[in-house]
């Protein structure tokens, strides 16, 4: 089988335990919660370094609560957890869809928040073996120098792959941070950066900590849609969420539609404010919508799946989604 | 490279199936190396390398969890359960001889993982519908099967263990 | 305890008078009950100890270095650096097994570690034992391999076109090398009856590589004691032919090698040839005095393959205007990857196995087989006839479909009936295919659905025939192709030894349910040994669904020798006749007076006091004149074949191309059912895996050579929400020659799911699926197009089809 290279695992009780151990290591350690992105990754030898530390038992990254107008979502809150919370459910139900829909139910009940955030991009040339990788010559974001997506590129195209992301960000969530220097606390879709080698702006000894995301007015309707080749155990070949604020006379208020699995980080359709606001959902604006958002999404061959389709799917996944935002009270 | 380092071992005691071991193991071990080449717990299966498949599936604390890609210390201070575990001394669980008696064990290797992800939810849900088995059994891949025997299984289980009645009583009534 | 007590046990545990009196009236006791399996509780348990869960005293770990080209000559190989590394024991390249093997004997083709050249990406080149895994891995990474990179193919026409860039050296001079086999068979006037058809379809049909994926990968252990014999444990199901290649290759006396075969997890065909994992524990372990495993990654378990050769079929196919099929004229290329395996077999196969369940008045086919640089491609469940089966029942709905016909009703009109032979010569006997297709369509209610359903929604039929084993065994001898061997204890226990392999499908329980028939013990009192070539008897293994027909014949043989000696030897103490002894229940009891009775064990003891010890051996071989005499008339034929018909119903999303099967019915004729749990297994199994094929399995290449998506993540196999629901519909025909009239069913169920699935999505959407398999992309780019050309009216709106009323009346 598959094995892991020697590493030493540190289990501190606590945060400050935790960002000195990444301090003490830097440069040959990574924080681990879950691990079911990054061991997979470290028995094809993405990533070895020589000292782990384990984020699951910091008391400080657990928790949902209600605070001050928002959700607080612990980083190292299991998948279940947050997709069963009944806080999440109730306020944020799609959101709990979401992570819901991630992976299967081991993956579900090992993975946490805080690493779906963090999940390392995905690429097919890349989510391969050693052998594998060193078969074909390595590539840009690892070990190598050519990216096999696009030819002659020079920026990696991996593919961001995680469920919630799209949906934390239709919704405004925020993300904490702490590290050595301190802690931060940085819009969600800043966090992200369109570079497929390491798109967030985590520094290697920064922790997150907490998502935080707006208690949602009643008038905010929301949907998460991800397709899959299977109905389990993939990563998404698209996910797409919306959510739209209306007013008593459902007229959009605001209005936001993230797209994933296509680049390097989600990408938020522009222009839809401009065209939807203070107008209701008639067919022909969700026409309109669904094809601003085909416009502005280019899927790569960075997934083994038709990228044509894939495009193609962006307006019918769309559609999907207003209608099942709409449908809902 | 210095992942090529001569390993680490450490002291750890795991708590496996109600018995507490204490036992040495290279730190980049995960659970089901320790399980299947240090504890000799063969009972749960390596099939994909890295989570893929569910066939490593044990219960944490009572949650399926794929144990070959947890860090061992992850189950330090845990209660692990295999599917050594899931028999009593006195005859084997309900879910085990149901499975036996509706044939949904072929060559059996997907078969410790199908049962303790079946067994967890059994736990929480004594009725479960056939589209909540299939949706609790998602993460494990079986090819011989095609399923339908192994819900029916989980069925019959579930049944037994409601009425505290033997698989094979029930399903003969 | 005292053995008065024993018996008065057993005795409690045996049947009741009222039961006795039962099974006079009955035919059988045990044969067709549902039944547990003998190893079921053993795996609900974690109990059952497969290849892995083995570990020996001193044992070493091996890893195999694979090429990272697809098509390279091996310069030279420096495994000094290796072999310096703390806890390195031993390293072996291609030169110290020279040996070519190749499970066929006249296309050995394969050397355990490369010789000369690597022929795919992952072919082995070198391997190392060394204290543990990783030791081993690391051990790999210093091994220097100077390559010759060559020029390579992927594409089986491309090398087809280009015998200079020769995989393989050609045989004879002036041929070309790429070519792996050529046949070419007729039979009856093809042209002929094609010109003179009143309809004729013309399809091109491509079936994607599909591979096995068993969940355990493949594994082996070997040791080898100071006075030179050799024990293999292998994950395998042939492990006679393992046990002769072992030997053949590692130049060592045959009678000194033992093959053990643990409980295999999974195997489909995948595990059914030797591989260089086998080879390289053996020699490792000779060379070492230590034993050695190596334990396939999930990785190396797709570059060892062997599963489906893609195949390229171009069909034409003629009918009159009444239905009946005229002539069927076939040209295949199979692309066999970098070795020969089956090939040989695949290639005749390809065209041999879709002579029934239908009478065709001619046919012709041509098949190629064409070495590419790619793993290399086998046998899988289904060897050889899955992918034109796919392309000949597609042909039969676009029959139907141009003659306006209900496709169940064309295939009534073409059916083989019974006691006959097909268009190429083989005998066929049993036949349960009508009643196949009633069942299914019966059970799915076909009439109410067929061009019927709202857009989106549609049902698809299709029908197949599967071999209940080859008629002959892949090396040439007369001996029989399955043994076994009873050994009777004084408890009333019955040792069973026999060599075929337990690999899921239930044979070792088969065996017992035949003992436990024939001899009137419980089931308990069966001990199985299986699949060890020191103590068993030779069965070929589990391949070509033979083990049922084959061993099941052999162990009935055993059985009624025992029986007949307890008959007599009861018989005699109670002097009456034998005939009026029966043995069941656990007893042997008077047929005329069911109060005198013997618990069986006092029987079996009477019958060793009057013959000596109680043993006996039985054996089956095929009958030899079933089929043609022409050059390949062997291949394809078996002693019985059993039928399938399948109809699935699906929708197709036409805004995403998804296609959800909603549910397979699945008619079998599998003769005689000895347990029906067993068979059902097999038939959900069967369709399970058809459907997998046919909706999202795809064992492809990068332009590189590299293997796609070697891994469970990215080779999609279905999940438990992804399977369609499925019903077994169990037809028994019984067969003359089978055990109680049985037949195969390990098989034979999955071929008509992919034809019956592609027939529905055309029901439901109007688009042909003609290429597997049916991803979304696929279907999707389908609609499109017709979507087109609806709107540019060169067809009519699907939506607005036929309904069934203006087709042929069913049963007319």
Known sequence: MLRLHP???????????????????????????????????????????????ALKGLPELHGIVERQGEIVLGAAESLSSLADHHLVRSHLPSLARAAGAIAHPMIRNQATLGGNICLDTRCTYYNQTFFWREALGFCLKKDGDVCHVVRGGTRCVAAHSADTPPILMALGAKVDTASPEGVRSVELDEFFIADGIWNTQRKPDEIVTRLRVPLPSPGLRTSYQKLRERRSVDFPLLSLALAVGLDGDDRVESIALVVAALGAKPRRIGGLE??????????????????????????????????EWRRAMVPVFVRRAIREALARP | MRCWERPLIEIIRLSVNGDSHEIGVPSHYTLLETLRYVLGLTGSKQGCDKGDCG???????????????????????????????????????????????????????????????????????????????????????????????????????????REQRPPAEVLRS | MKLEDFRQKQAEKAASQEELRRALESEFQIIGRRLRRTDGLAKATGRAVYTDDISLPGMLHGKILRSPHPHARIVSIDVSA?????????????????????????????????????????????????????????????????????????????????????????????????????????????????????????????????????????????????????????????????????????????????????????????????????FCVAKLAMITGRPVKILYTREEVFYAHRGRHPMLMRYKTGASKDGRIEAVDARTILDGGGYSSFGLVTTYYSGQLITAPYQMQSYRFDSTRVYTNKPCCGPKRGHGSVQPRFAIEVQLDKIAESLQMDPIELRRRNLLGTDTRTVNEFRVISNGFPQCLEAVERASSWRDKYRKLPYGRGVGVAGSCYISGTNYPIYPNEMPQSAVQLQVDRSGRVAVFCGASEIGQGSDSMLAYIVSEELGVPIDYVRIQSADTDLTPVDLGAYSSRVTFMCGNACIDAARKIKRQVRDAVAEAWGCRPQHVALAGGWAFDRSDTERKLPISEAFNLAEAKFGALGSMGSYNTPKDIHGDYRGGTIGSSPAYSFTAHVAEVSVDPETGFVEVGKIWIAHDCGRALNPILVEGQMEGSAYMGFAEAIMEAHVFKDSGLHNAPSLLDYKIPTSLDTPELESLIIESLDPEGPYGAKEAGEGPLHPSIPAIANAIYDAVGVRMDRLPFTPPRVWAALRERGRLEAAGQLTPWKERSAISQLTAVGD
Request: glycine share 8%.
């Open chain 3, 82 to 278: 290796a072999l310096e590394l703390e806890g390195v024991h031993a390293i072996i390249t291609g030169s110290d097994m020279p040996v070519p093997y190749g499970i066929i004997p006249w296309t050995r083709d394969e050397y355990p570690l490369c010789v000369d050249k690597v022929r795919h990406v992952g072919d082995g080149v070198a391997a190392v034992a060394a204290v543990d895994e990783e030791s081993a891995e690391r051990a790999i990474g210093l091994i220097d391999v100077e390559y010759e990179v060559l020029p390579y193919h992927l594409d089986p026409e491309a090398a087809l076109e280009d015998p200079d860039t020769p995989i393989h050296e050609p045989r004879r001079p002036g041929e070309n090398g790429n070519v792996s086999k050529h046949v070419h068979l007729e039979f009856g006037e093809v042209d002929r009856l094609l010109a003179e058809s009143d309809v004729i379809v013309e399809g091109e049909y491509y079936f994607e590589g599909t591979t096995h994926t068993p969940i355990e990968p493949h594994c082996a252990i070997a040791h080898f004691d100071p006075g030179g014999k050799l024990t293999v444990w292998s994950a395998t199901q042939v492990p006679h032919y393992l046990h002769r290649e072992l030997a053949r290759v590692l130049d060592i006396d045959v009678a000194k090698v033992r093959v053990v075969q643990p409980p295999v997890g999974g195997a489909f065909g995948g595990k059914s040839e030797p591989f260089d994992l086998e």
């Open chain 1, 274 to 307: 401009t065209l939807a606001k203070g107008e209701r959902l008639h067919d022909e604006l969700i026409e309109e919508i669904a094809r601003q958002a085909y416009r502005q999404s280019n899927p790569l061959d960075n997934i083994i799946v038709d990228i």
């Open chain 1, 7 to 53: 590493y030493e695992y540190h289990r501190p009780r606590e945060l400050e335990a935790a960002l000195e151990l990444l301090k003490e290591h830097a440069g040959d350690v990574m924080p681990i919660a879950g691990g079911t992105d990054l061991v997979p990754n470290m028995k094809h030898r993405l990533f070895a370094p020589g000292h782990l530390v």
């Open chain 2, 55 to 161: 066939a490593c599936t044990v219960l944490l604390d009572g949650l399926p969890t794929l144990s070959c890609i947890l860090p061992v210390q992850e189950a330090i201070g845990r209660q692990v359960t295999t599917i050594e575990g899931l028999a009593d001394p006195d005859g084997p669980h309900a879910l085990q001889d149901a499975l036996d008696l509706t044939g949904g064990a072929q060559c059996g290797f997907c078969t410790p993982g199908i049962l303790m992800s079946a067994a967890a939810l059994l736990n929480v849900n004594s009725s479960p519908t056939r589209q909540e088995i299939r949706e609790a059994l998602s993460g494990n891949l079986c090819r011989c099967t095609g399923y339908t025997k192994i819900y029916e299984a989980v069925e019959l289980a579930a049944r037994a263990l």
